[in-house]
């Protein structure tokens, strides 16, 4: 077992021992105390970290770009207590049915002509039925035929799904853990959290990059956010793409009216995610509407080198293009 000791001292490889095996899926890197240890240092020896692992790993100024689209908007049958596209949740959100080829093929269009290099097709679904997939696989391929990178968040994957959607080129699957196992109940009980895992464990198998990240601002302690870190932290591979969006609130939600979380404190969750997953891109992803140009500067800072560009993330509102634009001049970051 790790010791836990405060100050942390890392390796820049993320790695504070040597990892042992637990079992096939997972290996015990960082135990949720370790993490919890990093929220607790002092803000600046937890940014330098970050930025010691972050340099040794990339490229400090880039930042990955990709796009959003909802291809399918609202009425879903889940209960995720976040969600604005959930049916049964009276939000201002407008049901929309699969939009056609054409339509996915100009918005991707778009997005690359404003330099995104991936493009993330999002449905409001459960999972998708076979006859739902259909329509997605040749929406990947087209867009995966104009040079972008391809990812979907389709919902859970069932036997057969995965292999399809790697044949139709898709490069990332994005599935989130959302939050700890032991504050998962609180949000969601239409799905498990092994149900989310065994989704991830298809998308693995059949060599699509996984991302996975969570929600922070739901109410959850900052253990909990440690223990979300150390689900995708000790995975056999952690995700490729780490997205950490801070929860937006939508009016009609059950998480609506949930006490704001500081920003400080997602930053700080920034920052042991880098440090915790040290080759992983860490997206700075929801959120970044409602935070203010220094917060999100420090989140470069922490390591975070992926956004969502695009004025709307799914159904909620993103900074426009020409504002991240400026706010990349400013900052002397690449947008890679
Ligand atoms: N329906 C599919 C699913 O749930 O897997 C795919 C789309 S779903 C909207 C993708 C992710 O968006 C969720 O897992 C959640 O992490 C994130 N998300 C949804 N609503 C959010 C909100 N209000 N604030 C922050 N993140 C949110
Ligand atoms: C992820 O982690 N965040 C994105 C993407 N993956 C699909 C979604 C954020 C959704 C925010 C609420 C909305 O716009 O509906
Ligand atoms: Fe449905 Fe996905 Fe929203 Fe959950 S997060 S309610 S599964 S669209």
């Known amino acids: 077992m790790l010791e836990t000791s405060s100050p942390v001292v890392i390796n820049t490889d993320g790695l504070k021992t040597k990892p042992s095996a637990s079992c096939d899926s997972t290996i015990e890197r ?6 919890v240890a990093l929220f607790e240092l002092p803000f600046s020896d937890l940014m330098y970290q970050a930025q010691t692992v972050h340099r040794a790993n990339f490229d400090a100024n880039a930042v990955q770009v990709s796009t959003l689209l909802s291809i399918k908007t609202g009425g879903c049958s889940e209960d995720c207590g976040y969600c604005p596209q959930a049916a ?3 939000t201002e959100v407008e049901d929309e049915p699969l939009m056609q080829l054409q339509d996915v093929v100009a918005a991707a269009q778009e997005a690359k002509a404003n330099g995104a290099s991936r493009f993330c097709m999002g449905a409001a679904w459960r999972g998708p039925k076979q006859r739902d ?3 997605v696989l040749k929406m990947i391929a087209e867009v995966k035929a104009m040079g972008l990178e391809t990812c979907a968040t389709l919902g859970m994957l069932k036997d057969g799904q995965a292999e399809q959607l790697k044949d139709a080129g898709l490069d990332y699957y994005n599935h989130n853990l959302d939050t700890a196992p032991e504050y998962y109940g609180d949000v969601i009980s239409t799905r498990t959290y092994q149900d989310r895992l065994d989704t991830l464990d298809r998308v693995r198998s059949v060599d699509i990059n996984v991302c996975s990240g969570g929600i922070i601002g739901m109410g959850e302690s900052r253990n909990q956010r440690a223990g979300l870190l150390a689900q ?10 780490v997205p950490i969006n801070l929860l937006t609130q939508v009016e ?6 949930t006490e704001s979380l500081d920003h400080l404190e997602f930053v700080r969750t920034i920052a042991a995610a880098r440090i915790t997953m040290p080759s992983s891109y860490v997206r700075l992803s929801a959120g970044r509407q409602s935070m203010p140009e220094g917060i999100q500067a420090l989140c470069f800072l922490a390591g975070a080198n992926s956004i969502f560009y695009g004025e709307k993330l799914l159904t909620t509102p993103n900074p ?3 504002v991240d634009k400026q706010l990349f001049a400013k900052l002397g970051i690449n947008q890679i």
């Open 30 to 35: 960082w135990r949720v105390a370790d993490i």
């Open 320 to 322: 426009e293009a020409s």
């Open 133 to 135: 997939l259909e329509p």
């Open 252 to 257: 009609g939600t059950p998480l609506h009216g």
């Open 88 to 90: 049964r949740y009276h």
């Open 232 to 241: 995708l932290a000790n995975m056999a591979r952690p995700p490729e793409s």
